[in-house]
């Protein structure tokens, strides 16, 4: 895991944590991607209601008299 150099006049440290970093890296790609999808998964779901809504709310461009009385 950790691996010393030894040379004249430098003090050097070599920390490996390839593997040990890896499992959070996946786990860190992993939430992205959930959060990444429950946005787009709301914003369907808002984009849905609000063309429901609209549709429910539009007057008839032709009103007869006999509608309007």
Known sequence: ????????GYATAVVNFTNDL??????????????????????MRYQATRKMTSAANTVPTTITYQQAA
């Open 1 to 8: 895991m950790m691996t010393f150099i030894t040379q004249t």
């Open 22 to 43: 890896s499992s959070l890296l996946a786990g860190l790609m992993g939430m992205t991607a959930i959060a990444a999808v429950m946005i787009a998964v709301e914003i």
